[in-house]
């Protein structure tokens, strides 16, 4: 029989203080050690966006998450072929008050807001080249059977009893609230209304009675991990930010709702009159992917990797890992953590009537060139600000005129009139710097330039592993940049293709530059795919040369055949990535405001 608990409102956020009249049993919560399994233990790994609320339309923020849940997942994907051994799903969080009262005041049903707006979500991804293998909602029969098997686990192994909850609680946010969280703002009418202090969103009072987890049993055990793990929550701020929360109190939470208060989620097995918390069913969807209950989950899990936003922390961070500890399961094995993205310095809300469409800008700035801009500004440790300003000039200086300048300059009939990656001369650039002789042209900077391309895939993947996505690609910017100055220094335009003393110099400075074009083509793959696409197939590189382990960048020079030299380039398809047009009315009125 379960007891019933007084459950006072104090402590962190999100969770509730019991005084506890059960027995509290010593237990060891089991784990597979997360961190000693690597991902690339046999070569799995399974990534996730948080699943998205359905009560709004999405906006760029929401298609920033999936972005860089997408561009992990497509870099794992080089690094590690073959592309079948990741799984990556986003999806939509579909239950709770906050869609139960969206939908009363869109004058729909719950089913009918969800189909509509879900779908608005897989539209856009679709329209992204969100690269996912799946996509759940939690209202699918095969999520509620997760759910309700993982509480089951949780009930069998004794962590779930029934406690009176009294508190605040926030709908819009869909977590309880302590008091000193809570501020009193005056509100439409004049009177003076209870917010929540992050958010600014309403709270409002709460007393029933529901059933509580035991998460204050998890301290130490979530301590153990992050200290054994220290790059479980990554950039490493985040990391610091949980184990300070771990500090404070971690009071047990309340995971179900009186039904005739929330009908719309899951109903706790065997007992009707409760529905399941919406932060636990929400949870659960990354176990609902992978198959779970079934046990070919176990082959996903936990070579996980959850993309999440800093709202969301304490949810994936705490909650997530003790209620899996406690179903005698592993945490995942990383958390990636990113910032928001704010409008002319504002945060994005539907009242302020500032919230930027995400599929409006993917029509402007094309696909690519907005993924591009997304990953390539978006700082993960802080929030940054959006304005269409700032996407022009940085596409059109990056893309435009550095990558597509660069791409013509060495492929345009003029200067390339066979059409084909021409032969690199050792004599002329050969391996060991400083060399001097009537044949050798290269000079000090070009050896730099030569250092920089090759470690640049090491450079990517670390920035990657530490989810600094901008910091890759402001490497190969920066890498870009050096081989146009490499071009500009040689100016190959000067040398004739007829002189045998020009022509096996000329044919190594676009050799030399094509081969970096080449690795740029092959590191931009998970954030342009089509613009890397139109890269690779101008410079005559198949399908099966795309991969970071096949990249070998500039082998002649390191003593090795190269495969490329000879090759016919590919068709010339036009600009790479065109100026955006000045005359564009919606342009002009980005230049003004
Ligand atoms: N449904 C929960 C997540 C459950 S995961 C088991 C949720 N949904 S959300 O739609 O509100 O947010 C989804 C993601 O979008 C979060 O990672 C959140 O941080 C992110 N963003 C929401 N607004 C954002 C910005 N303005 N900028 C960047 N990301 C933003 O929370």
Redesign the pocket.
């Known amino acids: 029989m379960l007891r019933v608990c007084v459950l006072r409102l104090l402590g962190r956020a999100g969770t509730g203080r019991v005084s506890l009249l059960e027995d509290s049993r010593p237990r060891h919560y089991c784990s597979d050690s997360p961190g000693n399994r690597d991902l690339a233990g046999d070569g799995r790994a399974y990534f996730t966006?948080?699943?998205?609320?359905v009560n709004a339309a999405p906006?760029?923020?929401?298609l920033?998450?999936a972005l860089l849940a997408d561009a992990l997942c497509r870099h794992r994907r080089l690094l590690v072929p073959p592309a079948a051994a990741t799984r990556f799903s986003p999806g939509t969080?579909e239950h709770g008050l906050k869609i139960q009262q969206a939908a009363a005041t869109a004058g729909l049903t719950p089913t009918e807001l969800c189909d509509r707006v879900s779908a608005q979500f897989q539209q856009l991804f679709q329209k992204a080249g969100i690269s996912s293998t799946d996509f759940i909602r939690t209202t699918e029969a095969r999520h509620r059977l997760a759910v309700q098997h993982f509480w089951g686990v949780l009930k069998a192994q004794g962590l779930l009893y029934k406690g009176l909850y009294e508190g605040w609680y926030c709908a819009s946010d869909?977590c309880f609230l302590p008091e000193t969280k809570v501020a009193w703002q005056p509100g439409p009418s004049g009177d003076s209304c209870p917010v929540s202090l992050e958010s600014g969103h309403p709270v409002s009072w709460t007393k029933e009675e529901n059933y509580i987890f035991r998460l204050s049993e998890f301290r130490k055990p979530l301590q153990r991990w992050l200290w054994g793990n220290p790059q479980a929550i990554t950039p490493e701020p985040f990391q610091h930010a949980v184990l300070q929360w771990l500090e404070e109190d971690l009071p047990d939470l309340s995971v179900s709702r009186r039904s005739s208060h929330l009908h719309w989620g899951i109903p706790v097995p065997g007992d009707d009159s409760q529905t399941i918390y919406?932060?636990l069913d929400?949870?659960v969807?990354?176990l609902t992917v992978i198959g779970y209950p079934n046990s070919e989950f176990k082959s996903w899990w936990p070579a996980t990797s959850h993309?999440?936003?800093?709202?969301?922390l304490k949810?994936?961070a705490i909650y997530?890992p003790a209620l899996l500890l406690g179903a005698g399961m592993s945490p995942p094995h990383r958390i990636y953590v990113?910032?928001?993205?704010?409008v002319s310095g504002q945060?994005?809300s539907k009242s302020l009537g500032n919230v930027v469409d995400p599929r409006t800008c993917l029509d402007r700035y094309t696909v690519d060139g907005f993924r591009y801009f997304l990953l390539r500004q978006?700082v993960p440790n802080w929030?940054c600000d959006y304005y269409d300003e700032k996407v022009v000039k940085l596409l059109d200086s990056e893309l435009a005129d550095a990558l597509g300048g660069l791409l013509n300059r060495c492929t345009a009939n003029k200067i390339n009139p066979s059409g084909t990656y021409p032969a690199f001369c050792t004599t002329c650039f050969p391996s060991e710097p400083g060399l001097v002789g009537p044949s050798v042209r290269a000079q000090t900077e070009d050896y730099a330039l030569v250092s920089a391309v090759t470690t640049l895939p090491k450079q990517v993947a670390d920035h990657y592993d530490n989810f600094q996505i901008y910091k890759a690609l402001e490497a190969v910017s920066t890498c870009v940049r050096q081989t146009n100055g490499f071009v500009q220094r040689h100016a190959p335009w000067k040398l004739n293709w007829e002189s045998p003393v020009d022509a096996p110099w000329l044919g190594t400075v676009l050799h030399v530059a094509l081969e970096c074009l080449r690795v740029f083509g092959t590191l931009l793959q998970p954030v342009t795919p089509n613009l890397a696409d139109k890269l690779l197939s101008r410079l005559g590189v198949s399908a099966r040369e795309r991969s970071i382990g096949e990249l070998h960048f500039l082998p002649r020079f390191y003593g090795h055949p190269c495969p490329f030299e000879g090759r016919r380039l590919g068709p010339e398809t036009g600009l790479l990535f065109p100026r955006l047009d000045q005359s564009k009315t919606w342009l002009v009125k980005a230049h003004r405001t």
């Open positions: 966006t948080p699943i998205f609320y906006h760029i923020g929401h920033y998450s969080d869909e919406v932060w929400a949870l969807n990354y993309i999440i936003g800093k709202d969301i949810f994936h997530w990113h910032s928001h993205w704010t945060k994005m978006g929030d």
